[in-house]
DNA sequence: ATAGTATACGTACGGTGTACGAGCCAGCGA
DNA sequence: TCGCTGGCTCGTACACCGTACGTATACTAT
């Protein structure tokens, strides 16, 4: 049995770029993005570390390509239907995929450079509201507002520190409430036992700033 | 001369967990948050590593801190005028502060517990609108749909790869419109004219959305 | 003088990304 | 069939990382 044939036992099939990748996003998706190390990834491939380097320069180019995943995850705005409702799916899209792979936002703000996916991506968008009849600068503001909020909700979302609403109303007894004394945070003591009575879903809070976002 | 004023010679004052903090921003504005490894803060503090111990409990305490010292650097609402003015003036002030510290934004993401400059933040936001007559959840969706914005609009700037308008024009003569073939992504590529004939201000751009979110 | 505490740091350990080069093997021209 | 080449894999090594642990020094209170 050849060394290959071995590796093939343990991993089920020959490395490539795309196996790799993908199986990093699994990785950082389960441990976090701290927990994504080439020795652990590899390990993961049942391969050695550096074999890893045959399809990725360095770990740079993996985190590049691991967003780039992410971004073809999220639908595209259908062609069908008019332009608010198409905005609307794929806004709906962008923040349930940034909420299955948490780690990708965060890493964002370091990566300077999109990749296919992304590009693929904000064509589609911009055709969508050119061909709807938005001028040029409109639709480019248009895609920052929306990117903003789709962006800056998935990173609130990210941080919050629990993921159910029963979640919400244990660690709101827990932990939330003895850091704030209610005569120096009284606002905030309201709102947090208001939020545990009506309950918390992210993905209505979501839709709730979409309608008030005033290009829709 | 006793060791300890050697050291204050060389670093111009003793330790102290505010100095720690505060120098480890300073060395993350000037060499991202991956230049920041604790030898190189103490150095830069004309320390030894382990030093910086005494004052932080590890670096994750720091991070920590070190984002705390960004939310103080965001103005509150100011409470003298009304509470558009009010959210208006913080929300312009935060996305100042988070575009001077770029490495902020992209650390929220692991940081799920917020400091006390960050609480005293939210209470003061959240006290403004309550006052001004919204209803407690009202308040806290302008406050998510708020920070949405502005957190996800301060994340695409910091990922811009250019900091003028004029390093735009150069970028996309050079760099992105070769990556962008016409024929695949012709509405990108009119973006890119548009944009860089029109110049670019994030400044402006920043306003433009606020003003189309539809709470102020 | 003595004890105790606050502060500083040297050393060492197990981890990281990755440069370098050696090995293996399929495929191919001779 | 031989030998070579080029793709692929990986072991080793290096510099750097966070930090556990122990120790040395200085200052304060008794």
Redesign the pocket.
Known sequence: M???E??QVASDA???KQRVVVEAVRLADREGVD????????GA??????????????????LDAMIDIVFEEIELPPEETDWQSAMRRRAVSARQVLARHPWAIGLMESRTSPGPANLRHREAVTACLRRAGFPVLMATHANWLLDSYVYGFALQEASLPFDTADELADMAEDVFLPQLPPDEFPYLNESAAALVAAGYDPAEEFIFGLDLTAVL
Chains 1, 2 share one sequence.
């Open positions: 050849s060394a290959r071995q590796r020959g490395l490539s927990g994504l190390s080439m020795r652990r990834l590899a491939l049942g391969a050695g570390a550096m074999s890893l380097y045959h399809y990725v320069a360095s770990k740079e180019e993996l």
